[in-house]
């Protein structure tokens, strides 16, 4: 991608969640492939990998544990592959990836793809920068460089100073750096060192004068908040616990170990919890999430000048608050009496809800983020799930609309003492722009724009509507070049999300582009789960309601037939994590409907899934098998426990590895070992496990470029498009 983008403090106030807004997290990976191999690499799984090479797939060994449900016993045949640790495992792995080697590394058109991705993801980026203290905190990767490094920029034309890089940190450049915190006067930073794709970092702290590291070092762990105190004595911070989140206070020049419990003491796992400091460092709020279902949060408050206690501003609701400060208000944005949302002021000082002031009402599309921007209000709003911008006033007054470039997605950053915000704008065919706009001159500039090495022009997106099986409108849009005809043959990646109150929206990826360019559609439909259309269409497809979400994504591929898009045999489906999940249950419930399937990062048996990682978390969202009333209907869904033995199941390759701490692994292992030794069809299941790869991202370049030459590659390969 052109401009990447660093999660890090951006002044806003929105979902605090990982990746595209969620706990779960979403990842669209990148596929490609050539077309002589389909010749040469479609037969029965003996045949492929003859002369000499692999067998494939690898034994694996049966061991069918049984589990009882209330009065229905489950068989878990590959319970054995749970233990990512155990010698037998760790052989499975890699006899597993040597047969996907094997299936992958000869597909003709390889290097065509890998040279393609490699022009438009070796540009340089920037990350959306964060204003402190007149200074811009940004990440930026040159095109010659494999990882991000952080920078500063002294006022908005100063010179690029950089200050911390990670390139030195690993040979394998494995290890990246992230932005948590930055003090408000912009003298101290904190930023984290990731392994691999793991959520946890290590947090260190810098002083950006003199670029000198601290002595202190918070653990590796999963932290939610950092906040650094305006007399740079100390830290605030939210992390995730064995027990549960808590919140401390870590005192600078002290050991770690002593730092002081603030708050959560009593919070489970499957509770977030997250924090900030005001601007005068006079209150910090509390926000407690009860789990990614968005059925609830908690808002807390606590007087640090006076010391005083805790208190509740709002915890007696069925409701979801996200929280913020504007200057020395406290900001709600809430679906409370507003399944749209809308935003509401409150005085820290007098928090009562009868004194709530409203400031952004409800419209009659989904608010999805209120930014504080120079004492003034920006609104960014969804209209079937592309991005509109309106500016209020404080007092939520006198708005007017703020334009954007075209159809896309918009994130921004903002504080309430600048009139600067910035934003990045990207589209499918637009590749990421970051705009500075004045609220009080209302003036834009370009801030930083990509390079990418593509012609907009080439390309179209089209915005379409079908319906779902019980009859609901669902909107998908469909991404190609310009010309591409709709003869009933054409090459469709079918790719969506669903779950988690998460929005998908236009957005740009060098694997899309590269799909488009080879004549082939990129369809993305937004389904119920995700958060579109508000709080009643996110409902719509979360707990018993799942199947929803299923229907609404075979629905898709239906009308792509029905409407002579395409045909059964070159339909790729894609998803990971929670997509993971949706290609999961489509590619199990109707496998005569797709010829491919690529499965990342995914959940796949969801009577255990609450038992490992981040599941406690997600519970709200999907329920669980340990509950009566919810063990039917995740069983009667669940993909690991729905293959059927003789079925003709579709290509599938899953894509995992050690360094993903939210997904446990286990997931597309045992789905992987099962489709295996059950499909009745000749085309391969194939499971690409990299030992380094995970949900959080910070993958270096080379890595970007192979994950996404493996994963189209695949997708042509089984479609049989040719590469040139």
């Keep these: 991608m052109g401009i990447a983008v660093e999660n890090g403090v951006d002044g806003t106030m ?36 003859a002369q000499g090479g692999p067998t494939c797939p690898p034994k694996t060994r049966v061991d069918n544990v049984r589990d009882t449900y209330g009065k229905t016993t489950v068989v878990d045949p590959y319970r054995w592959l749970e233990d990512q640790e155990s010698k037998e495992t760790r052989e499975w792995i890699d006899a597993q990836n040597k047969c996907t080697e094997a299936a992958l590394s000869k597909l003709p058109g390889r290097e065509t793809i890998a040279k393609r991705l490699s022009e438009l993801i070796r540009i340089d980026a920037y990350g959306l920068p964060k204003e402190f203290g007149g200074r811009y905190f940004f990440s930026r990767r040159q095109a010659g460089q494999e990882l991000s490094q952080i920078y500063a920029r002294r006022g908005s ?138 059925e609830k949060t908690e808002v807390y408050l606590q007087d640090l000048k006076s010391g005083g206690p805790i208190v509740p501003v709002v915890n007696d609701v069925n409701s979801v608050f996200w929280t913020g400060w504007a200057g020395d208000k406290l900001l709600l944005q809430t679906n409370w009496k507003a399944p749209q949302w809308h935003g509401f002021a409150v005085d820290p000082k007098n928090p009562g809800r009868e004194h709530w002031k409203e400031v952004v009402p409800e419209a009659d599309i989904k608010l999805d983020v209120i930014a504080p921007v120079g004492g003034k209000l920006v609104a960014s709003y969804l209209r079937n799930a592309s991005t509109e911008m309106k500016v209020f006033d404080a007092e939520g007054k006198n708005p007017y609309p703020l334009p954007l470039p075209g159809l896309g997605t918009v994130q921004v950053a903002g504080r309430w003492g600048s009139p600067e915000l910035r934003y990045m704008f990207t589209s499918f065919n637009y590749a990421p722009t970051i ?130 898009y395409t045909t059964v045999d070159r339909i790729a489906i894609e998803g990971g994590s929670n997509g993971g999940l949706l290609v999961g249950a489509a590619l199990t419930q109707r496998p005569e409907l797709f010829q491919a399937v690529v499965c990342e990062y995914p959940l796949e048996d969801m009577l255990r899934f609450q038992k490992f990682l981040d599941g406690p978390y997600w519970v709200a969202e999907y329920g669980s098998a340990e509950s009566a009333e919810q063990f039917p209907y995740l069983y009667k869904y669940s993909p690991y426990h729905n293959v059927k033995e003789g079925a003709k199941y579709p290509a599938v390759l899953f894509i995992t590895g050690d360094g993903d701490t939210r997904v446990a692994p286990l997931h597309a292992r045992k789905l992987a070992a099962r489709l295996q030794a059950t499909t009745a069809s000749d085309r391969p299941i194939l499971l690409l496990y990299d030992t380094k790869s995970g949900h959080s991202g910070g993958r270096p370049v080379n890595k970007q470029i192979e994950e996404g030459t493996d994963g189209l590659s695949f997708m042509f390969w089984q479609l049989k498009v040719p590469v040139e």
């Design 14 to 49: 929105s979902k605090s969640r990982r990746n595209r807004g969620t706990g779960l997290g979403c990842w669209n990976l990148d596929p490609i492939r050539g077309a002589l191999g389909v010749a040469l690499l479609i037969g029965t799984p003996s045949l492929l990998w």
């Design 157 to 294: 034309n100063g010179a690029d100073e950089l200050l911390v890089d990670p390139l030195p940190w690993s040979a394998d450049h494995s290890a990246s750096a992230t932005i948590e915190a930055i003090s408000r006067d912009g003298k101290l930073l904190a930023y984290g060192r990731r392994e691999g794709g793991q959520d946890e970092v290590t947090v260190h702290v810098m002083d950006v004068d003199t670029h000198k590291d601290f002595a202190d070092v918070l653990p590796k762990a999963m932290y939610s908040s950092i906040e650094i105190t305006n007399d740079h004595n100390g830290i605030y911070y939210a992390k995730a616990g064995a027990d549960g989140p808590r919140a401390y206070y870590h005192k600078l020049g002290t050991e770690v170990g002593k730092d002081r419990l603030l708050f959560g003491e009593k919070l489970d796992k499957e509770k977030e919890l997250a924090l900030e400091i005001s601007d005068d460092n006079t209150f910090v709020y509390y926000l407690v999430v009860f789990g990614t279902g968005s």
């Design 435 to 564: 705009l500075s706009y004045d609220v009080n001159t209302k003036k834009s500039s370009v801030w930083a724009k990509s390079n990418a090495p593509i012609e907009p022009d080439k390309f179209q997106v089209e915005q379409v509507w079908y319906k779902s099986k019980d009859g609901t409108k669902v909107p998908m849009f469909l991404f190609s070049k310009k010309g591409t005809r709709r003869d009933g043959a054409t090459p469709v990646w079918l790719t969506a999300y669903g779950g988690f109150d998460v929005n998908i929206t236009p957005d740009f990826q060098s694997e899309m582009i590269v799909w488009a360019e080879h004549g082939g559609i990129v369809a993305e439909p937004n389904l119920r789960g995700g958060g579109e259309f508000g709080e009643e269409w996110h409902r719509a497809g979360m707990l018993e309601k799942k199947q929803n979400v299923f229907d609404d994504f075979l629905g898709a591929a239906e009308y792509l037939l029905a409407e002579k």
